[in-house]
Nanobody, 121 residues
Framework: VQLQASGGGMVQAGGSLRLSCADS????????MGWFRQAPGKEREFVAA???????TNYADSVKGRFTISRNARNTVYLRMNSLKPEDTAVYYC????????????????WGQGTLVTVSS
């Protein structure tokens, strides 16, 4: 396993969490990285993505202005989530994409295990 997501938990609406995705194998330094989520009974959906350099980001409309994706020199990718809403409740997954900071999960070949985020009202 090379991608390890962490940082999930339970938070009240309006609160914040920061998710982390560690590249334990130092494999994905030149890959774009993305966050996706899957709520119970729903399909997996795109949340945010960042280019390999960190210079380009992409967000789902539902999280724009509330979530921020970033990555550091050690190739850990973060998802800072502010102003959380109950509808943000889901299992969040990080993934790696060799090419672009795409919003399509079909373009991501490598996936980490999920981390559960629960937002109570």
């Amino acid at each position: 396993v090379q991608l390890q997501a962490s940082g999930g938990g339970m938070v009240q609406a309006g609160g914040s969490l920061r998710l982390s995705c560690a590249d334990s194998g130092r494999t994905f330094s030149t890959y774009a990285m993305g966050w996706f989520r899957q709520a119970p009974g729903k399909e997996r959906e795109f949340v945010a993505a960042i280019s390999w350099s960190g210079g380009s980001t992409n967000y789902a409309d539902s999280v724009k202005g509330r979530f921020t994706i970033s990555r550091n020199a050690r190739n850990t990718v973060y998802l800072r989530m502010n102003s959380l809403k109950p509808e943000d409740t889901a299992v969040y997954y990080c993934a790696a994409n060799r090419h672009t900071s795409s919003s399509s999960d079909e373009e991501y070949a490598y996936w980490g295990q999920g981390t559960l985020v629960t937002v109570s009202s």
